[in-house]
């Protein structure tokens, strides 16, 4: 049956979230030491992301709990400087290089492209605003406004607000619990994105070539 609509999903999918992250905090841990922690950068990653395991990766005060396991007390200056430079780097945040070529090649075959993502809605916008992918999708299906996490429920109700049988809809993401299995479930056609190769599809622009 021909598709209609593909989701996709942003982190490992559209651009190199673990390496951005990564990068982001240990640039971040470098400020606060400038700035006054005094644990060295290896000790505080480890702690740091103990806290982003226990707290989420959406919770707002990772440094300042960070310094309380490492018993070094509240610094504001050291803080602001790790969330500075958080900031910074993501400011240079970019889609891998296939991305662009194989929404456009998804586009052109008439298929309606909307975001599928788990997370706040703001920060899952903001990710697709700073790699100026915006006006490559109809819009987005993010777990915050939809009131559940990926799941096969995630997928019914995207089904639901787009009015269209679930085997006329493809799902394209990197993780095989969140992204595909729960997508065939209900129906769906699924792709799984593996870029070092081992299993699924290589890049977005093979799966692209697939959809139709």
């Known amino acids: 049956m021909k598709i209609k609509y593909v989701l996709i999903d942003i982190d490992g999918t559209l651009f190199p979230s673990l390496e951005f992250a990564k990068r982001a905090r240990k640039a971040a841990l470098e400020a ?30 990772h440094f300042e709990i960070m310094l309380g396991c490492l ?30 070529r194989a929404l456009g090649a998804m586009r052109k075959k008439g298929l309606g ?17 700073r790699m100026g992918l915006q006006r490559e999708f109809v819009g987005a299906f993010i777990s915050e406004e939809l009131g559940v996490k990926k799941s096969p429920l995630f997928y019914r109700k995207i089904c639901r607000k787009l009015k269209c049988k679930a085997s006329k809809v493809a799902m394209i993401g990197d993780r095989q619990e969140k992204d ?15 870029r070092k190769g081992r299993q699924g599809f290589g890049s977005l622009l093979e799966v692209a070539r697939q959809v139709e």
């Open 32 to 61: 606060m030491r400038k700035e006054g922690m005094h644990s060295d950068v290896s000790s505080a990653y480890k702690v740091l992301m103990n806290v982003v395991k226990e707290k989420g990766p959406n919770y707002a005060h």
């Open 71 to 100: 018993g070094e007390g509240h610094n504001a200056r050291a803080v602001a400087a790790g969330v500075r430079a958080y900031h910074k780097v993501k400011e240079s945040i970019r889609p891998f290089p296939d991305v662009r």
């Open 113 to 129: 492209l909307y975001i599928a993502s788990e997370g706040k809605a703001v920060k899952q916008w903001d990710k697709i605003l």
């Open 180 to 194: 595909v299995e729960p997508a065939r479930k209900i129906g769906m056609r699924a792709y799984l994105i593996d």
